[in-house]
């Protein structure tokens, strides 16, 4: 192919440009790359947990998963239902709780359904559970939700967000 301006001033300074300019491009597209990789080592990636249908568990295992969600950052948005020990997920500092979820509420209880605990380790379990959530929630279940022994006390996410959780 016959190009009409090689061995000019001209075509030496258009083809100079073009190379500089691929050269620039990959340069740029390089630096790009790497800002991204310094930005993001160490950064844990945010998990996102739904909470659509949990009837909740043992606590000392529900500890655990905060625990662990906590370290990790995790959000966490219950929209669904969300009963017992998983309440205490409510605590967490990137929980969310959305308007049309149900939550179920009742105090500690043995492994046994409808087997009181004795009343020194009602009282510290209730407040195992109460310390993870917001004050008015909190007052709420230490006055009334947590001498549920036998069923749930249910209420709305828009309840449960008016009594201070953080909606989604």
Same mark, same amino acid.
């Given at each position: 192919?016959?190009? =009409?301006? %090689?061995?000019?001033?001209?075509? @030496?300074?258009? $083809?100079?440009? @073009?190379? +500089?300019?691929?050269? $620039?491009?990959?340069?740029?597209?390089?630096? !790009?790359?790497? +800002?991204?990789?310094?930005?993001?080592?160490?950064?844990?990636?945010?998990? *996102?947990?739904?909470?659509?249908?949990?009837?909740?568990?043992?606590?000392?295992?529900?500890?655990?998963?905060?625990? *662990?969600? &906590?370290? %990790? #950052? @995790?959000?966490?948005?219950? &929209?669904?239902? !969300?009963?017992?020990? /998983? $309440?205490?997920?409510?605590? =967490?500092?990137?929980?969310?709780? *959305?308007?049309?979820?149900?939550?179920?509420?009742?105090?500690?209880?043995?492994?046994?359904? #409808?087997?009181?605990?004795?009343?020194? %380790?009602?009282?510290?379990?209730?407040?195992?559970? +109460?310390?993870?959530?917001?004050?008015?929630? *909190?007052?709420?279940?230490?006055?009334?939700?947590?001498? %549920? =022994? =036998?069923?749930?006390?249910?209420?709305?996410?828009?309840?449960?967000?008016?009594?201070?959780?953080?909606? /989604?």
């Amino acid at each position: 192919m016959f190009n =009409l301006m %090689e061995g000019t001033r001209l075509g @030496a300074t258009v $083809t100079a440009f @073009a190379k +500089a300019k691929v050269a $620039t491009n990959r340069f740029a597209k390089g630096l !790009c790359t790497l +800002a991204l990789v310094f930005l993001t080592i160490g950064q844990p990636l945010s998990a *996102r947990t739904v909470i659509d249908n949990d009837p909740g568990g043992p606590i000392e295992q529900r500890l655990q998963q905060i625990k *662990r969600l &906590r370290s %990790e #950052g @995790a959000k966490v948005e219950i &929209r669904g239902f !969300c009963a017992s020990s /998983c $309440t205490m997920l409510i605590g =967490l500092p990137n929980a969310c709780v *959305r308007p049309g979820s149900r939550l179920g509420f009742h105090g500690p209880s043995s492994a046994i359904y #409808g087997l009181g605990l004795p009343p020194d %380790e009602f009282d510290y379990w209730s407040r195992i559970m +109460a310390n993870h959530y917001p004050n008015r929630m *909190r007052s709420w279940f230490m006055s009334s939700a947590r001498n %549920e =022994l =036998l069923g749930l006390h249910t209420i709305s996410g828009r309840d449960a967000i008016k009594m201070g959780a953080r909606p /989604c």
